[in-house]
């Protein structure tokens, strides 16, 4: 099982990105996904989660800013980040609770992690 995440880069204070991230491998079920973000010097911390039904949640400080959504047929999972704020500058982490298939066993498994997109925000 993999999550590979894109779409970060340098953006100016104001501006828009899109993050996305793909789980692949033999995964049957996906549950809650999400974004995480890490900045320098700073714990990782939760930026916002969706369940496999639609329903959302976002940290105080990007509601409104950021959109949280998701394609379970494609197994993408998408952050629309908008009025970006240098404070948004973190290195951001896709998260997914899934269960896939190994040896003809199906192993639920939580937390598993995407490798990360740098986002910077500076004008």
């Known amino acids: 099982v993999q999550l590979q995440a894109s779409g970060g880069g340098l953006v100016q204070p104001g501006g828009s990105l899109r993050l996305s991230c793909k789980a692949s491998g033999n995964i049957i079920s996906i549950w809650d996904m999400g974004w995480y973000r890490q900045a320098p010097g700073k714990q990782r911390e939760l930026v916002a989660t969706?369940?496999?039904?639609?329903?959302?949640n976002y940290a105080d400080s990007v509601k409104g800013r950021f959109t949280i959504s998701r394609d379970n047929a494609e197994k993408t999972v998408n952050l629309q980040m908008d009025s970006l704020k240098p404070e948004d500058t973190a290195v951001y982490y896709c998260n997914a609770d899934l269960v896939y298939v190994e040896h003809s066993e199906m192993v639920a498994s939580k937390d598993n992690w995407g490798q990360g997109t740098l986002v910077t925000v500076s004008s």
């Open positions: 969706i369940t496999s039904g639609g329903s959302t």
